[in-house]
């Protein structure tokens, strides 16, 4: 099994600033827009993404949430491994707000299926985006397809795509991981 | 992540610690769900479970009900009284006609200890036992457990005592075990006639003075002395019974410290306990019921992805 880096920190941190603009572009100051985190990995990215929206780009008044997708899943009873849940954050209003989903890998497309089902409980949002530091096209299973993507790329379906995080693994690094 | 141990939730005797820890960061999750606007998950489509009340039940029944609805499970209910079991039907061929009409999952509330252990030798479903004669009620002492931690942090090395009529307590039974795994020291208080004669046995205290029982412990659960199961009689009467060992204001407001009561209900008011302490801010009664839902579904849950497709 080997690993080759696909974006060392230097290249993540100009795609935040990167997709934190773009962002800005489209949501101009933010009242109609809710962030949301998917959990369990997206929410690093989101975090990341609103500091750097209130301290660099002085945002205020930032709403934001994490949404947990496990019990919207396709795939009860049918994966080898028991589904583990995590914290759903949900303080603000989804009804009639912009919504963004933050994910750090897009692939089938099914976790943002079941996000897209687990956040009509929270109320029904005027339109939903989707944002993603990596993309891997060629993998989808449905037709979902990320409005702001960092980077696209091209791994086939027995490699992985690892995102570590500085706040959790101790380094900003995505690792194209192959056997 | 780990998974539970066991396939059915017959009994707290047959679950280890780190299931109950399964079990409660779980049902964490549910209470978040069950207090959003819409209170449902898909989790369970396509799942069926039979709700199969051998004995009566409002509590229970209605809680697991709901917290099958809110997974989205098919539902079927079968209370006993409405059925061919008035007309001489075994418990097997019953469970087993209902399971001909693909159920996964059976919640069985029964008149006789062991009704739950001896289904689950017979039958394919996951069997969760809703109680079951003097035995075991696990979901209510779960939830029990469940509502201690949330209201003082942790239930490991705090003091409990279950109060009134043990001996026909299923949900005194299930609390012992449940608060032993978890490290809970537990007493037991009551009329003499209405203590097991080895629950001592078990590793409980065991006390006949209320006064002193409520200045040791952290939380009182105050049973319903249950009289629907008393052939002969345990007690002179239900005054000297309630001026015995039922709690009131006046008591409480004695102790040296403030503790929590709890209670399983129905309450018996002014028996077991007085209104004004039913009511009072010390009581977390009303918690347990809700916390009851979210217990459920962690349980039916943690079952349910057990079984495969």
New interface residues.
Partial sequence: MGQKVLLNAKEVNIILHRLACQLIEKHKDFTNTVLIGIQPRGKYLANRLITLLKEDYKIKNLQTGQLDITFYRDDFRRSDKPLEANATEMDCVVEDKKVVFIDDVLYTGRSIRSALTAIQSFGRPKEIELLTLIDRRFSRHLPIQPDYRGRQVDAINEEKVKVNWIENEGEDVVYLIYS | ???LSVNHLLGIKYLNKKDIELIF??A??FK??IN?????????R?ITIANLFFENSTRTKLSFELAEKR?SADVINFSAAQSSVKKGETLIDTVNNILSMKVDMVVMRHPNPGAGVFLSKHVSASIINAGDGAHEHPTQALLDSYSIREKLGEVKGKNVVIVGDILHSRVALSNIFALQLQGANVMVCGPKTLIPKYIDKLGVKVETNLRKALNWCDVANMLRVQNERMDVSYFPTTREYAQQFGVDKTLLDSLDKEITIMHPGPINRGVEITSDVADSKQAIILDQVQNGVAIRMAVI??L??K???
Wanted: hydrophobic fraction near 35%; proline fraction near 7%; glycine fraction near 0%.
């Fill in positions: 992540m780990s998974e960061k779980t964490d999750h978040e769900v959003r606007p819409i209170k449902k998950v898909p989790s369970l396509d997974l849950y943690l349910a992805s079984i495969k497709q």
